[in-house]
C-alpha cells in the first residue's frame, strides 16, 4: 500500500521546485510556523494571497527576504483547498513575477495582423485606442458585436465592464473545452452542478472510480490531499483510462478502455447494478425518478456486449461493479473535469451521473456533499443595458442545453462566411490563450483577421498577444488585489489576495485595467470605487470583517449554519431538476431533441498507420501558461510521444529520438517531439501533455520546446447539447523528416 506521502511525492515530481525551499513536501509546512520562519533569520513580513497557478485557488502566504524581495510562497494553514500546502506549481508561482520575459508596457499594433510589429503606448492612448474603437463598433453594428473571452481572477472585472457596454456575449474556455458537459450533466440528473472545487467527498470515500480522471497529474491540490488520505484509509481505487496513470499505479483495478467507449462500459456498469440489485432501493424510491425506462433501457447492455466494444473483460467489469456496490454510498463515480473528448460528452457524463444516483453516492458522506458559501455583497451598480441580441441568436436553435455562451460559437460568430445571426466585431482576450485553448486553430485565427478590434490582455507575451491590436500588460497575483476568493466548500470560506510587491514595469491589475477602459467608455457608474482596497473593506465590513483583519488572517472560514453536510436519513429533498426529482430520465432533454437515456454510439477509428491523439497533464505544469517560469521549466522542459512498443518496433522508433506528428488533415507539427516507448499506453493512441510547443519566440525558455496537441487537434467533435468542443477525435502519424515543403509550412 502505498502512503499519503509516497502519493504526494509520486504525484508531485517537482522535487526541483521543493528543493528551492526546504527539501521535501512535508518540511514546507513546518515553515509555515512562525518559529521556525525566524529561524530562518528572514522577514517575518507576510502578505496574504490566493495562487493564480491554476484554477484551484489555493490560499497562502507570500514571504519576503529582509531586503523587501519576494523569496517564497506557502500554503495557509487555515485554507481548505491547500490545508497549507502547496502544490509545487503553486510553489514555483514565485517566477512569474521573477520572468524577465514578462510584458513590461501597453503595445499598439503597427503592421498588419499576425506580424506582430508593435510600439510601445501610454496606458491613456491604450486606453483612448479601444474606447474610440469600441464606440465605433457600437454604432456601426451594436454594442452586441463585441465579445469577451476571460479566464481566471480577473473575469469578473471584465465581465460587469462588457455588460455595462450591452453586450452579454462573455465566454470562457472552462465551459465549451472544459467543464461544460459535466455540469450540464449534473444539471439535468440532480439539478445541480458539482463546482470548483469539486463537491466528491474523496476524503471519505470507499470507493473512487476514476474515469479518464487521471488526479495525481491533474494536480489539484485538495483533491490530490483527499486522495492521499484515502489511499491511507484503504479506498479501492477503479481507474478507466487508455493509458497507465499516476493514478491507475495507485488503483486495485486498472481497465486500460479502447478510447472513446466509455459510454458502453458506464451502460454495462448500470446494468449490472440494476440485474444484480445491487442498487440503492431505498435512494432511488425516494429520490429518484424514471427507474423503470432506465432499467429497460439498459436491459440488453450486458458485460459482454461491452466487452466487444470495451475490450474491457466481462468479468473486470462485473467484479467492478460488485466494488462500486459494496463501498455503495461511500463510492465516487468522479464526474471529470476536462470532459470534451467525443462530442457525446453530456451523453457521457450523464451516465455517470445516473451512475451515481443509483449507487446512493449524492448526499452522502464519501459521496457528494453540500457545499455553504459566504454571501458577500457586490457594488452597488446601475442597471445592465438589455441587449438586443445574444450569443444564441448568432446560430438559433443551436446548443439548446448550454447555460453558458459557448466559446467557439463567438469564434464561429466572427467568421462573416458563417452567416451568423450576429457578426461579432470586437474581442477582449484576457487571461486565455484561445491560440492554444480552441481547437481548430486556423478557424481561430480566420476570426480574427475578421475583426475590427482584438484587445488582449495578458501577463506573458503569449501566442494571443502576437494576433492582438492592443496588449495591456496585467501585473502578476502577486503584485495586485483581487475579488475576493469565495468557493463553496465543506465550510463557508473567504481569501484575500494582495499585493506583496509593487507592479512591476508599467503593468497594472485587472482591476485598474477594467476601471480605466470603464471611465474612457462613459461607464465610471459601473466601477464606482477607484481603488479596489476600498471596494474590498466595504465589502468586508459588509459582512463583520475588514480589508484590515483579512490582511491579518488572508481566510476567514466560518461554520456552517446547519449540520447538513449529508442528507438527514429520509430526508425530504426537492431537487432542482423539472420534476424536483433526481431524473434518471431527462424529459428537459428528451423535450430539447436529445436522447433522454445516455446511448452508446461508435465512434470513427483511425485509418491504417494512424493512432488516435490524447493528452493530458503533467504535474509541474498548468497548460501552455507555466512553461517559461524560470522555477519551473527545468522541472519538465518538452513534453514526449507516448509510443507503445508494438508501434515503436513496427515504425522504427527508437527511445528518445525526435520526430514531428501529422495528423490526418495533414497539419505536421511545428516543432520536433521525443518519442517515450512505453507499454503504459495502448497500441492504437499516443499520448503527450497539453501546453507545449509554444512559437512564440519572446518566450525564451519555452520556444519550440515540444510539440503542441491543439496544434494537431483540427478536428473538432462538437457536442450538440451544449456545444463543446470534443477533441479527441483527431489520430496522428509519425514523419521522421521534414519534407522541404512541410518545413516551409
Ligand atoms: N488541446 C487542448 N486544448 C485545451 C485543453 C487540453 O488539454 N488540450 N484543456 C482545456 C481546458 S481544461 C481549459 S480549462 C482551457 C484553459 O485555457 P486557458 O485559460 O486559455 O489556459 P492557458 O493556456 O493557461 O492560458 C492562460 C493565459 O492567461 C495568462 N495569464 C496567466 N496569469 C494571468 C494573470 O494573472 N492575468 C492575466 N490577464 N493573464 C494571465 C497566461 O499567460 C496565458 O496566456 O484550455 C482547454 N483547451
Ligand atoms: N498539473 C496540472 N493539473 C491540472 C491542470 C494543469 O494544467 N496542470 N489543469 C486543470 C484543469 S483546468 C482541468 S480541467 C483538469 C483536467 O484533468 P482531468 O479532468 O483529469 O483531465 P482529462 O483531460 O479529462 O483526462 C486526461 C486523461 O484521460 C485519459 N483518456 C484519454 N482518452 C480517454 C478515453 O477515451 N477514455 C478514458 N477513460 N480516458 C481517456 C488520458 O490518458 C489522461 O490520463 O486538470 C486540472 N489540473
Ligand atoms: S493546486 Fe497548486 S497551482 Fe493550483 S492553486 Fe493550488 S497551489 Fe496553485
Ligand atoms: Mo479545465
Known sequence: MTSRRDFIKISAMGAGVLAMSSGTYGAIKLISSPENASKLRV????????????????????YKTSEGKIWKIIGNDEDQHSNGRFCPRGTGGVGMYYDEDRLKTPLIRVKERGKQVFREASWDEAFEYIAAKMKDISSKYGPESMALFTHGSGSAYYTNLTKAYGSSNIAEPSYAQCRGPRDEAFMATFGEEVYSPEITDIRDTKCLVLIGSHIGENMHNGQIQEMSDAIDKGVTIITVDPRFSTAAGKSKFWLPIKPSTDIALLLAWINEIIFNDYYDKKYVEKYCSGFDKLKEHVKDFTPEWAYGITTIKPDLIRKTAKEMADASPSVIVHPGRHVTWYGDDTQRVRAVAILNALLGSWGRRGGFYRPAKFAVPSAKIPKYPEPKKTWTDAFPGKYPIASSPVSNALIAASIPENKPGILIKGWIVNGTNLISSIPNRPDTIKAIQNLDLIVA????????????DVVLPECTYLERYDALRISPYRKPAIALRMPAAEAKNSTRSGYNIARGLAVNLGLEAYVPFEKQEELLDWQLKQIGSSLEEMQRVGVKTSEREADDLYFAENEDVVFSTDSGKIELFSKAFEDAGFDPLPKYVAHEEPAEGFYRLIYGRAPMHTFGRTLNNPNLTDLMKENSVWVNPKVSKEWGLKAGQ???????????SDFPIKVRITERIRWDSIYMVHGFGHGQKQLERCFGKGASDTQLI?????????????????????????????VAS
Do not use: S
Open 43 to 62: 522577514d517575518l513580513k507576510r502578505t496574504p494571497t490566493y495562487c493564480e497557478v491554476c484554477f484551484w485557488k489555493c490560499a497562502g502566504w507570500v
Open 457 to 468: 490582455i495578458d501577463t506573458m507575451p503569449m501566442e494571443i498577444t502576437g494576433w492582438a
Open 658 to 668: 525526435y520526430i514531428w506528428l501529422k495528423n490526418q488533415d495533414g497539419v505536421v
Open 714 to 742: 483540427t478536428k473538432v467533435l462538437i457536442d450538440p447539447i451544449m456545444g463543446g468542443t470534443g477533441m479527441r477525435g483527431n489520430f496522428v502519424t509519425f514523419v521522421t523528416e521534414k519534407t522541404e515543403k512541410e
